[in-house]
């Protein structure tokens, strides 16, 4: 049975950082990513690694300020949020699947974590 677990979330105050984690089981996947839902809006893409480091994409509000990376020997996919501001305040999940990354999205993941909160404080 897939798990994603993910875990790393909470409060901050704005300018902070945190790291979110997600931990696979039962299965591996070639590609891993991470969402995030406002409340009262849609559930919106945040970053994608690929099997190889490399190959990664970042929504515009992310680029410059979130780094994904995902260790393979351990199945876990990270995400260091740095200069954090109150609009990155969501429920933050981890989503796996077997696209490539430039067509990760919402519509083709095959497996979704149970989702972390992350609060922005100003």
């Known amino acids: 049975q897939v798990q994603l677990v993910e875990s790393g979330g909470g409060l901050v105050q704005v300018g902070g950082s945190l790291r979110l984690s997600c931990a696979a089981s039962g299965g591996t996947f070639s590609t891993m990513g991470w969402f995030r839902q406002a409340p009262g809006k849609e559930r919106e893409f945040v970053a994608v690694?690929?099997?190889?480091?490399?190959?990664?994409f970042y929504a515009d509000s992310a680029k410059g300020r979130f780094t994904i990376s995902r260790d393979n020997a351990k199945n876990t996919m990270y995400l260091q949020m740095n200069s954090l501001k109150p609009e990155d305040t969501a429920v933050y999940y981890c989503?796996?699947?077997?696209?490539?990354?430039?067509?990760?999205?919402?519509?083709?993941?095959?497996?979704w974590g149970q989702g972390t909160q992350v609060t922005v404080s100003s």
């Open positions: 989503a796996a699947g077997s696209r490539i990354p430039a067509l990760f999205t919402i519509r083709n993941v095959d497996y």
């Open positions: 690694i690929g099997w190889n480091p490399g190959n990664i």
